[in-house]
């Protein structure tokens, strides 16, 4: 019955230790493992400066505090340029009023988008007072533009860095990626 | 470098996610007289972006809302009347504005809208204690 040469059953310890001296006997030199490490340094070099490119951008993108900068420094620009106005009804209220109800209008409707808001803030400025579309431009106009050209230096530098001393370089402050400063034009006080 | 970061186009009047580009489309042109400036706005307001839309309907709402409350001096009960039916027209322009809280504005300045006849009684009370003038300004 139990005729032990056909149909036992192999130890299976036994392609252990074959394998085993199979792989001592192998010629490794053989190998050319070049290309598998070029591909690999490639696909780490690629993932890292694409995380690199892009970290600066996201965090460039709507940070909180430049929200609220954004729509506050549309306000206070606003108050100054409409600072001469008046409401023109019997009680003759400042005319930042109307700006100002027009944004939190928005803001309770339900808009969060922080140069809607502002906008909201700044919607007369050029149509009733001294401020010309070029003033507006230069202190509320395109953020994503600029923030690309503060950031790339640092991309280009954090990828040196990153690639030559295989180190991630620290995250950089999000103000330093933000939005230019907004800076509240003095000539508009007229 | 400059493939990487392209300087954004700075286009005075281009429709714009960043806050002058928005007040330039919500802009009129001065230059033009009231009736045209007037015009060009009704015309205008369907083309406009949907943050534009918003502004100019909050803009509208403010506006009404107050008239609601009494008309700037020296404004007649027609010249009230003209302004909402004027302001409906704008509003039509931007009907076709998206989102959820542009809606929310929208069906607010439509209950206001409907309150036209009882800003133009407001604003005869207000006539009778003080005669109208003519061009006065506008709220």
């Not at chain 2, 036209?116 to 109208?132: I, M, N, R």
């Amino acid at each position: 019955m139990c005729n032990s040469t056909s149909t036992r059953v192999r130890d299976p310890r036994a392609y252990v230790s074959e394998a085993t001296s199979l792989s001592a006997k192998m010629d490794t030199s053989a190998i050319d493992v070049r290309p598998t490490a070029f591909f690999m340094t490639g696909v780490a070099v690629g993932a890292t400066s694409l995380y690199l490119l892009w970290r600066p951008r996201a965090a460039a993108a709507a940070p909180p505090a430049a929200d609220v900068s954004l729509v506050l420094s549309a306000a206070a620009y606003a108050a100054i340029a409409h600072r001469a106005q008046k409401r023109k009804h019997a009680l003759q209220s400042p005319y930042i009023e109307h700006p100002l109800g027009v944004a939190a209008l928005l803001a309770e409707a339900g808009f969060t988008d922080a140069p809607t808001l502002a906008a909201a803030m700044l919607h007369d400025t050029v149509e009733d007072t001294a401020v010309s579309p070029a003033d507006l431009h230069a202190t509320f106009g395109p953020v994503v533009g600029t923030c690309l050209l503060v950031a790339h230096p640092r991309c280009v530098s954090s990828l040196l860095v990153g690639m030559c001393a295989g180190l991630c370089p620290p995250r950089p402050a999000p103000n330093r990626a933000g939005p230019p400063q907004l800076v509240i034009d003095r000539s508009a006080r007229t | 470098m400059t493939l990487l970061c392209p300087a954004a186009p700075v286009s005075l009047n281009a429709p714009a996610h960043y806050a002058a580009g928005i007040v330039a489309e919500v802009t009129d042109d001065k230059a033009l007289p009231k009736a045209a400036r007037k015009a060009a706005q009704v015309a205008h307001a369907p083309t406009a972006s949907d943050a534009a839309k918003a502004v100019k309907l909050a803009d509208k709402l403010h506006n009404l809302t107050d008239l609601c409350g009494g008309p700037p001096v020296g404004w007649s009960a027609d010249r009230v009347r003209e302004y909402f039916a004027w302001s409906a027209r704008v509003v039509d322009g931007c009907r076709s504005v998206r989102g959820v809280a542009a809606q929310a504005l929208l069906s607010r300045v439509d209950d206001v809208l409907a309150r036209a006849g009882e800003a133009a009684v407001v604003a005869e009370a207000a006539a009778k204690a003080a005669p109208p003038v003519e061009g006065g300004a506008a709220p």
